[in-house]
T-cell receptor
Framework: DTEVTQTPKHLVMGMTNKKSLKCEQHMGHRAMYWYKQKAKKPPELMFVYSYEKLSINESVPSRFSPECPNSSLLNLHLHALQPEDSALYLC????????????FGSGTRLTVV | GQQLNQSPQSMFIQEGEDVSMNCTSSSIFNTWLWYKQDPGEGPVLLIALYKAGELTSNGRLTAQFGITRKDSFLNISASIPSDVGIYFCAGTRMDSSYKLIFGSGTRLLVRP
């Protein structure tokens, strides 16, 4: 299995909702990432998990809360989002150290209304 | 955040033509990666480069890791309509190996 699977593919949520994005990989990768991508822009790093521990938080607002329950799963919990948070949210995984390149999921298209 | 300088921003070419795009940085990178992204999908890794001067091919794609470690290029030969998409360079620096830094992207359109 050489895929990173993200669910849901599309999500529309109100500003008072709580929702979660899910990411799963079975490649034995021990580093997992969340990226945010706005239209016509490159992906921007949000969080890095290494060996299931949060190692990098790129000053992301607390309304985004990541969780890594085990080595195969990565969640992103969303609460009280703003319309400007609408974007494509990408999960990626790699062997520890990015020198082998990331494998990205197809993303979750999030719209906040 | 920091981005790599990627050019050109967009290209509109005739099917069968060759394409070249490049990325430059003011910092030294220890890895260069090239990704392609189709609409509504995540980026897909095309080529990974690990050593200065390295030249690597993947089918019609060829990429090189610059000798100065501050640049990389990607060539696509004999373009076809399915080459349409956004191409991103990306790299990692020695002092932040977890952080993949992306270029701004090159949008490629191919006229049949």
């Amino acid at each position: 299995d050489t895929e990173v699977t993200q669910t849901p593919k599309h999500l529309v949520m109100g500003m008072t909702n709580k929702k979660s994005l899910k990411c799963e990989q079975h490649m034995g990768h021990r580093a997992m990432y969340w990226y945010k991508q706005k239209a016509k822009k490159p992906p921007e790093l949000m969080f890095v998990y290494s060996y299931e521990k949060l190692s990098i938080n790129e000053s992301v607002p607390s309304r985004f809360s990541p969780e890594c329950p085990n080595s195969s799963l990565l969640n992103l919990h969303l609460h009280a989002l703003q319309p400007e948070d609408s974007a494509l949210y990408l999960c990626a995984s790699s062997q520890v150290g990015t020198e082998y390149g990331y494998t990205f999921g197809s993303g979750t298209r999030l719209t906040v209304v | 955040g920091q981005q790599l300088n990627q050019s050109p921003q967009s290209m509109f070419i005739q099917e069968g033509e060759d394409v070249s795009m490049n990325c430059t940085s003011s910092s030294i990178f220890n890895t260069w990666l090239w990704y392609k992204q189709d609409p509504g999908e995540g980026p897909v890794l095309l080529i990974a480069l690990y050593k200065a001067g390295e030249l690597t091919s993947n089918g019609r794609l060829t990429a090189q890791f610059g000798i100065t470690r501050k640049d990389s290029f990607l060539n696509i030969s004999a373009s076809i309509p399915s080459d349409v998409g956004i191409y991103f360079c990306a790299g990692t620096r020695m002092d932040s190996s977890y952080k993949l830094i992306f270029g701004s992207g090159t949008r490629l359109l191919v006229r049949p």
